[in-house]
Every structure is written in structure tokens, then in C-alpha cells.
């Protein structure tokens, strides 16, 4: 075929950094997507349920299951005993059974499986098994595993500089104490596997995971097998959060376990309640602070002691604390610190991985004390916060020793503080506040510097496939998992813009360890960054092959030959891509390609707590207004002004999405979402009638959220930044607005000790705080806190 001379198109084309809807948009919006309880059941599928500890710490003197098999419809039920391979699904430290040994450790320890015909039948028999316990001392919060030297990993400690020294020369020193909760995934989609024999010993389990390589390991472990014999395969996540990458483990191996002694497919799904007594969540902090400064409120040295709620396990709570202690500085420059942070072992649920992996609850530590640097000094929290931003070319390095090249905070605070009237808003807050006895207003603007890449080095690689048929269509598969958040749909963009074909002729399909292998976790906020460009290389190996014989064909230079507009445009000739791929196919061009990418430029001392753990930084600041009635607890968030740093969006309606997403998750986590426990170490907030997240009224009516215009300066996916954990940390405005309006009570002049969550219930004590010590004319008190935690 002949085709005409066409002259270069006028505007440049592109698939990347244009506003595309999620790849499954329709089908979520028309109950159409696929789910892993959705997938049509196997004839002879068995379901199954774990049967619960009610102890926090208790020795099993007796376990009698015959109450449980003589219920009806079960067909069998599984302890410890009868794992053909490793009772273990511990993704670091191999402390942690699938089902528990002569000892429990927390309340909703899984101890046994119980497998029947029905998922009601189970769920019923399982709670029919009559246990023995002999009780022990139970450790249920962070201060008391600190109290008794109870640690799930030895503490670890960052110095940089003689922080001794520098506090001697401070001429201001501000202590105290402050106590951050944790905050349940809550995703809509509960935990859930679906394990199916297949012949020849194989296992394949459909699960709703964020890394399906550790589910296959997890499971191939558990079965006594080879990693070749299991595949793990997840389409998509009703949501993740964190909470679905280690911890649908446990799932995954029990589902496995009990298809394989039965020899038929099991499905395991939790219950609501079961998901949230068993898994892991957000870990809680306790902080002991001590941080000095000069006059102008520059800080001069700064020690922190942080303790987690580690739960009864290792999990991922030393990357947690690591990803802490590393975030600690926020977007702050400290010359001399002591930052310490210890695992502590509790008879609570393992706590996990959950959006800002430790990040946000390290960075609000270093915020909550400008907070109280700025109140003790008169001024204005903006201006102290600028005054210890982090420089350009000066004051630029990170106390674990990394060089920050890409600094845009001036930048981004100064347009966010004249596009959200910052300044005028002060002004009129404090006149509505002079004037009004019982509501009272805040105002708050805080940054965010936030590092991207796996704390662990290796974790920083990504694989893809990609094939283009004969049709000219594409089929694209990564290690990414898909949990809404729109790795898909980047992905997509990212191979059709390589292959200047329209989105239209793209398909993306499920992650599958059967087809890339060593996936690491969806996780990070490195989805897209790793796995975009594993699939770019691939995508780019196939579109060289085309050029290279479209050049043969009609001549010209490779070097000239251009891929967009869904036609191949080589030597004058604009070809269609389907035209050229069937005569590519027919001149035996592979078109098919695998791809790798490997994160460069990283490397970490675990021993030193130096090196250079990530690959660049998201930036981003945000501006809250609330009302706060004193006399209630209640409060509103009145408006909000988001501003973020996404590099050059690769989409920027996901990533704007994402930003609000995180915003309003986050600020769930500071105000509403409390976990509670009882004296029996029963987590009592565990259901939707007892764990508040944020609905749809605790949005502000007024949500601007905007993209700063930038590019990043690493050789990123198309220079885009990343969006999911970032913009969590923006809502530490909501909570310093909510305790600016606090403050107002006492005329700014005392430091409100408020914990979070800022439930209404801590507001008034926080207020009564303010009030008490206003009337014994006390005045200013520096590092004065509340001593009534979140969790007693």
C-alpha cells in the first residue's frame, strides 16, 4: 500500500501527562469489576473461617475441636499440627504463625481453620471450639513495653553532629510528651483468598494482595513446596492502604493450607469484624521530645525518643521506624540530633504497613514542636516554619546523609500562602475569635518533604511484559497491583505513548507471579515509578524492532522514524501501526518484549542509619481552616488548600484524585479514627459502629487542591513524581488548625496538649488544660502536654 507524504503534526503527541479516567472506571461505577469474591467458584469450593483467640497472652492448655466438627456442614478443621511445611507467615522475622502454638499473643490470634460447605457454616462452626487458656501478663501500649524493656527488634538510634553540646548552647529548650494513634486500612474490599489445587502438587491462589511474589514464597513455604509450584494472582483490590502487603499472608497460606489437605478449592474470606481484630494496622507512637532554639526560632538541636506499638510481632515494624526516624526532619533542616525509636512488643495485633509507612507519624513529632517554638516566641507558625526550611545549596543535607537537589519548599509555600490568602485569613480569624466566646476558629499551613523509594534497597526493582498482536492491539502485565489508586491506567499511558497508539488499543492485565516474577510489593509510593518504566523498557524494545523494519521497508533513517497518532511515520510515509506490526509479524519481528528497571543511585547503612535511601522528594503544603465549638469538642473543617508536588503528572486527574484521597484518609487518622482497646486487650473499635472514618460530611464544602508546576530532576517516569503516601501528611494542617483554635482560648499564650486522634473528647480536655492553666495565671508553659493518652 502506498502512503501519502503527510507533514509533521503541528502539535507535539502524547499519552502521558493528559487527565485520563481509571482504566475500570465503568466497570466500578456499573458493579462490572472483578473482585476476588466475584471470580466464579470451582464446583466442590469448601469455605472456611479461623477460629479466634480471646486472650491477650495466655498459654493453650487445651484446644477440643469435636464441638466444631459436629456442627453442619463441616468438612474438617486444621491446626498448627497438620501444616505440611512452614508454620510461618512473618515477611521479615520468622516470628509469626500462621496459626498459634501452645501460646497466644493477642485477642484474634488465629488458631485454628475450620473448612465447610458454606461461608455462614464455618463462620458459625469456628466459633463452637471449646479452649483452655491459662492467662499471663499482658503489655497492651507503647509506654508500658517501653517501661519493660519489651521490644520486638533492638531499638535503633540516628546522630548527626554533639546534640549534648548544642542543647548547652540553646537559649531555649522545649520537652515534653505526645501520643499519636494508629489507624485502621479499612478498605472496602476485607481480606480475602481463593486457593485451587492444580495437578502435579500446583496451587493457585487468587488474592486480594498487594504482593502477590511474598503471597507465593508465603504459600509455597507453608505447603512445603517450591516456589514454581504456587501462582498467586490478583486482578484488583477493593483498596489496599498498606494493609494487604504483608498481612494477606496469613489468608493466603491458611486458604492454601486447607485446599491442599482437603484437595479442593477453599476460599477464606474475613468477616468485617475477624479482618479487624487479626490484621495489623497504622503503628500508634509515643514520643518523649526535647528540641532547642534560638531567638529568631531556628532550631539548634533536637532529641527525639519514639516508641511504636509494634504489636506482637516484627511485621514491617523495622522499616516502619526506619522510614520514622528518617522523616523525623520533615522539611527541616537540624544540625544536631538524637533521634531514637524502639519496636515495642505488645499482646496487641501486629501493626503493619499503612499508607506513609511510618512517615507521616515521624514528621508530625518535628511539627507538633514548631507548633510550640511558635507559641512560646509570639509568632506565627508560617515563619518559623520557613526559618527552618531546608536550603538550596547550604543547610540542604539530611541527618542520614543525603543531599537534597530538588528542593521547591520556598516556592510552593510562598504560592500557597498567596493563593490561599493566608496572611488576610490570620487577620480575620483572629477578629471573629476576639469576638466569639464559645466558637472558635484556626488556621494552619504545614510542608511536606517526602522520600521515595523502599527503605530496602533491593525492593527498588520492577518487571513488565508487553505484547503487541497481530491486530496491532497491546497487552501489558507488570508487577504492580492494581488497588484503585491507578497504577493501571499509568502503565497504559505510559506503553501506548511509547508505541504512539491510543489508549484505546491498550489493555492491561492481572498481576500474576506466573508471568513476572520477583515482583516487589505495591508499595512505597513507588508503583508507578518502578513498574512504568519496566514497562516503558519494554514497550521501547518492541517499538526499536518496528523502526528498524519499517526503515527496510520504505527507507530512511531509524533514527527519524516517529511512533504516534496510531501510525508509524518513517521516511514521508505515515503508516498505520496495525499495517506494520502484520508485516512485521510476517517478516518473523518478535513483538513481544520483556522489561526491567532498577531504581539507581540508592544504597543504605542499616548499622550507621546513613546513605542514600531515596531516589527523590515529593513537596507539598496545605492550608486548614476549622471551628471548633469549646463548650462541645465538636469542629468542622471549613476549608482546605492543598498544593503538591507531582513532577510532571503523568495524569493528572489519578494524581489529583489521590492527593484529595490522602488528604481526607489522613485527616481521618488525626481526628475521628480512634482504636480502643479494653483491660482484657480486646480491640473494642472493630466495626464500622465503633471506628469512625471520615464521611462524606467531614469534607470541607471549600477543597481546592492543586498541582505545583514542576519537573522532577531524577530520571523518573517522564518526570512525574509520586502520589500515594505523600499527600497524607498534607492534614497536619486540619490538626494544628484544630489546636490554633484551641490555643485561642488561653490568647495563644499556652501550648494546648493535644494528643491525636483529636477526637472531641481530647479537644475539651485540651481546652480544660488551656483554661486551668490561663487561671492559675501560669501562662506559657513550655513542652507542658496531657497526660490521658489516645489508649487509656
Not at 506466573?514 to 519496566?534: C, E, I, Q, W, Y
Amino acid at each position: 500500500m502506498n502512503h501519502p507524504v503527510t507533514p509533521e503534526l503541528t502539535a507535539p503527541w502524547t499519552a502521558v501527562g493528559v487527565a485520563r479516567p481509571h482504566e475500570s472506571a465503568e466497570l466500578h461505577v456499573l458493579g462490572q469489576a472483578t473482585y476476588t469474591d466475584d471470580i466464579p467458584e470451582v464446583q466442590g469450593t469448601l469455605h472456611a473461617a479461623l477460629g479466634l483467640s480471646s486472650k491477650a497472652h495466655a498459654k493453650i492448655l487445651n484446644l477440643d475441636l469435636a464441638p466444631v466438627l459436629a456442627c453442619p456442614g463441616v468438612v474438617a478443621a486444621y491446626t498448627a499440627g497438620d501444616i505440611p511445611g512452614t508454620n510461618d507467615c512473618g515477611p521479615i522475622i520468622h516470628d509469626d504463625p500462621i496459626f498459634a502454638v501452645d501460646e497466644v499473643l493477642y485477642v484474634g490470634q488465629p488458631i485454628f481453620i475450620v473448612v465447610a460447605d458454606t461461608h455462614t457454616n464455618a463462620r458459625r462452626a469456628a466459633r463452637k471450639a471449646v479452649v483452655t487458656y491459662e492467662e499471663l501478663p499482658a503489655i497492651l501500649t507503647p509506654q508500658a513495653a517501653k517501661a519493660a524493656g519489651s521490644y520486638v527488634l533492638p531499638p535503633m538510634r540516628l546522630q548527626r553532629g554533639d546534640a549534648q553540646a548544642a542543647f548547652e548552647r540553646a537559649p531555649h529548650v522545649v520537652r515534653g510528651e505526645l501520643f499519636v494513634g494508629g489507624q485502621e486500612q479499612f478498605y472496602l474490599e476485607g481480606q480475602i483468598a481463593y486457593a485451587i489445587p492444580k495437578e502435579n502438587r500446583g496451587m493457585l491462589v487468587q488474592c486480594s494482595t498487594q504482593h502477590p511474589s511474598e503471597m507465593q514464597h508465603v504459600v509455597a513455604h507453608a505447603l512445603g513446596l517450591h516456589s514454581h509450584h504456587v501462582t498467586v494472582e490478583c486482578r484488583r483490590m477493593g483498596g489496599g492502604f498498606g494493609g494487604k502487603e504483608s498481612q494477606s499472608a496469613l489468608w493466603a497460606a491458611a486458604a492454601a493450607i486447607a485446599a491442599a489437605l482437603t484437595k479442593r478449592p477453599v476460599k477464606l474470606r474475613a468477616d468485617r469484624d475477624d479482618d479487624m481484630l487479626v490484621t495489623g494496622k497504622r503503628h500508634c507512637f509515643y514520643y518523649e521530645y526535647e528540641v532547642g532554639y534560638d531567638d529568631a526560632g531556628k532550631i539548634v538541636a533536637a532529641r527525639v525518643d519514639m516508641t511504636l506499638r509494634a504489636g506482637y510481632s516484627a511485621d514491617l515494624s523495622g522499616p516502619v521506624a526506619t522510614r520514622a526516624v528518617c522523616h523525623f526532619d520533615n522539611a527541616y533542616y537540624l544540625s544536631d540530633v538524637d533521634i531514637r525509636a524502639g519496636c515495642g512488643k505488645t499482646n496487641t495485633q501486629s501493626n503493619t504497613a499503612f499508607r506513609g509507612f511510618g512517615g507521616p507519624q515521624g514528621a508530625i513529632a518535628i511539627e507538633y514542636v514548631i507548633d510550640e517554638i511558635a507559641r512560646n516566641l509570639g509568632r506565627d507558625p508560617l515563619d518559623i516554619r520557613r526559618a527552618n526550611y531546608y536550603g538550596k545549596s547550604e543547610r540542604n543535607e539530611t541527618p542520614y546523609g543525603q543531599v537534597i537537589v530538588d528542593n521547591v519548599l520556598d516556592e510552593l509555600t510562598a504560592e500557597l500562602e498567596s493563593t490561599s490568602a493566608y496572611r488576610e485569613r490570620r487577620e480575620a480569624i483572629a477578629a471573629f475569635n476576639a469576638t466569639s466566646p464559645v466558637l472558635k476558629k484556626g488556621l494552619a499551613l504545614t510542608p511536606v518533604k517526602f522520600g521515595i523509594a523502599f527503605n530496602v534497597t533491593h525492593l527498588n526493582q520492577a518487571g513488565a511484559l508487553v505484547h503487541v498482536y497481530v491486530d496491532g492491539s497491546v497487552l501489558v502485565n507488570h508487577g504492580g497491583t492494581e488497588m484503585g489508586q491507578g497504577i493501571n491506567t499509568k502503565v497504559m499511558q505510559v506503553v501506548a505513548h511509547e508505541l504512539g497508539v491510543d489508549m484505546c488499543h491498550v489493555r492491561a492485565s492481572a498481576t500474576d507471579t506466573g508471568k513476572v516474577a520477583n515482583t516487589s510489593a505495591t508499595a512505597a509510593s513507588t508503583g508507578a515509578d518502578l513498574n512504568g518504566k519496566a514497562a516503558q523498557d519494554a514497550a521501547r524494545r518492541i517499538r526499536e524492532r518496528l523502526a528498524a523494519f519499517a526503515v527496510k521497508q520504505y527507507g530512511g533513517d531509524v533514527a527519524a522514524v516517529r511512533f504516534h497518532n496510531d501510525a508509524v511515520h518513517v521516511d514521508g510515509h505515515a503508516v498505520p501501526f496495525p499495517e506494520l506490526v502484520q508485516k512485521a509479524y510476517l517478516a518473523r519481528v518478535q513483538l513481544w518484549s520483556d522489561g526491567f528497571y532498577a531504581t539507581p543511585g540508592l544504597h543504605w547503612d542499616p548499622k550507621t542509619m546513613t546513605g542514600h535511601p531515596f531516589s527523590y522528594y515529593s513537596y507539598g503544603a496545605a492550608v486548614s481552616e476549622v471551628v471548633v465549638d469549646t463548650l462541645t469538642g465538636e469542629w468542622k473543617l471549613l476549608r482546605a488548600d492543598a498544593l503538591y508536588d507531582a513532577g510532571a503528572s503523568l495524569n493528572p486527574a489519578i494524581d489529583i484524585g489521590q492527593v484529595e484521597g490522602a488528604f481526607i484518609q489522613g485527616m481521618g487518622w488525626l481526628t475521628t479514627e480512634q482504636l480502643w482497646w479494653n483491660d482484657a486487650g480486646k480491640l473494642m473499635t472493630h466495626a464500622p459502629s465503633t471506628y469512625k472514618i471520615p464521611g462524606i460530611s467531614d469534607c470541607p464544602e471549600d477543597f481546592r487542591v492543586r498541582l505545583f508546576d514542576n519537573r522532577n530532576v531524577e530520571d523518573s517516569i517522564h518526570r512525574s513524581k509520586a502520589t500515594g503516601e505523600p499527600p497524607l501528611l498534607l492534614p497536619f494542617s486540619v490538626f494544628f488548625a484544630i489546636r490554633d483554635a484551641i490555643s485561642s482560648v488561653g490568647e495563644h499564650k499556652v501550648n494546648p496538649p493535644l494528643n491525636a486522634p483529636a477526637t472531641s473528647e481530647e479537644i475539651l480536655r485540651a481546652i480544660d488544660a488551656v483554661q486551668v492553666s490561663v487561671s492559675s495565671k501560669q501562662g506559657s508553659v513550655p513542652g507542658f502536654v496531657s497526660r490521658v493518652f489516645a489508649d487509656e
